[in-house]
């Protein structure tokens, strides 16, 4: 344990000195000039300080804001040393943060008790504390080994969803990864933009409950099977309703609203503006761009410029201008996020043919 002596006098300081030389497990720090025990608090770390009241430059109280104000050494205990017995004095030493006083001239064994217990008390608080790190470092684990589970079951999920109605995996792997990218250009902080980068894969949930006549169906679907294909939505927000998790809720919102459009043409409620949910209006965003970049059996696969280009002009009818904004800054990475991918299936095609 660390002991900081601050006094001016050095008698003073001899004799506090004597008085806890006997404790064992103990190294004192003595300081004639208050200003240098300041300094030396970070690097120091004392368990306890003896400070005296009236020292020139810097009183006793003064010495205590600092001690208190350093994250450090905020909780160590401080033993106030005067000959000052006025009432005001003490209040305001309490106030500044004093933990005990000491009257001089002292009774040795007296300090040699005090400073004992004070110790001992400062070695509670250490243990508590490593046993608090210990209870937070395990809590965090925990968590990341709950939020690891909750990433697998739910891109499990999502690929089950993509086998049945034909989506790629690769095609909801993008819509997560851009639908972060527009979150966090809009200042989502890390823990929302995650939730939404593993909540967007389920916006189809609901084509479970569609039935395959229609979700298999080859080609366009007539404006009778398209009112059933709409109601996917409906069923998304039905599956994963009332939940605990706010992972799920916001999946549910996004399922529930992710074909509502910013003008109110969209469905199932004809929502308008920012009376859809945030989260959903940053999956419509990403979904459709990507539903055009990407092959269908009634469709070939827009180019990248073109699709971008079709986002941009619907920004504030069928898109939140604010999302199609944020997704024109995040173009660059976007961009070379399809080209790599292209680069990989070009990879691929060129391995088979030499297979």
Same mark, same amino acid.
């Given at each position: ?31 004639? !000039? ?22 020139? *430059?810097?009183?006793? &109280? ?11 050494? $905020? ?48 070695? =509670? ?8 790190? =210990? ?5 965090? =684990? $925990? ?25 790629? *995996? ?8 851009? $639908?972060?990218? &527009? ?5 989502? !902080? ?35 099977? @398209? ?7 409906? @069923? ?33 409620? *004809? ?6 949910? &945030?989260?959903?209006?940053?999956? $419509? ?52 996020? @399809? ?7 070009? !990879? ?8």
């Amino acid at each position: 344990m660390r002991i900081f002596l601050v006094d001016d006098s050095r008698s003073m300081i001899a004799a506090m000195q004597q008085a806890i030389a006997s404790l064992d497990n103990v190294e004192v720090t003595a300081f004639l !000039d208050p200003t240098k025990a300041l300094q030396s608090l970070a690097d120091g770390k004392p368990d306890l300080l003896l400070v005296d009241y009236s020292m020139p *430059g810097m009183s006793g &109280i003064d010495v205590i804001r600092e001690v208190r104000a350093t994250p450090e050494t $905020a909780s160590v205990p401080v033993i106030m040393v005067t000959s000052n017995t006025e009432t005001g004095l003490k209040m305001a030493a309490m106030e500044a943060g004093a933990t005990e006083f000491l009257s001089k001239p002292f009774d040795q064994s007296e300090l040699k008790i005090r400073v004992s217990n004070l110790l001992c008390v400062r070695a =509670e608080q250490r243990k508590l504390a490593l046993q608090a790190q =210990e209870l937070q470092r395990k809590f965090e =684990e $925990a968590m990341a080994r709950v939020e690891r589970r909750e990433e697998e079951i739910i891109w499990r999920l999502s690929r089950a969803i993509g086998c049945r109605d034909g989506e790629t *995996g690769q095609h909801l792997d993008r819509v997560a990864v851009i $639908a972060r990218m &527009i979150a966090e250009e809009l200042g989502f !902080d890390e823990r929302q933009a995650r939730e939404i980068f593993l909540a967007s894969p389920l916006h189809d949930v609901g084509k479970l409950a569609v039935k395959d006549a229609i979700l298999l169906k080859p080609g366009r679907l007539t404006p009778g099977e @398209f009112a059933e294909m709409k109601k996917h939505t409906a @069923f998304g927000q039905e599956i994963l309703k009332n939940s605990s998790s706010d992972l799920i809720r916001t999946a549910e919102r996004i399922a529930a609203s992710h074909h509502e459009k910013w003008d109110g043409s969209g469905y199932p409620h *004809g929502l308008k503006g920012t009376d859809i949910p &945030i989260e959903a209006r940053i999956v $419509a965003v990403a979904d459709v761009f990507d539903a055009l970049c990407s092959e269908r059996p009634y469709k070939e696969a827009w180019p990248l410029q073109k699709a971008l280009q079709e986002i941009m002009n619907n920004s504030g009818r069928h898109f939140d201008p604010s999302c199609v904004a944020a997704f024109a800054r995040r173009w660059a990475q976007i961009r070379e996020l @399809f080209q790599q991918e292209d680069q990989s299936s070009g !990879d691929e095609m060129k391995t088979a043919r030499i297979a």
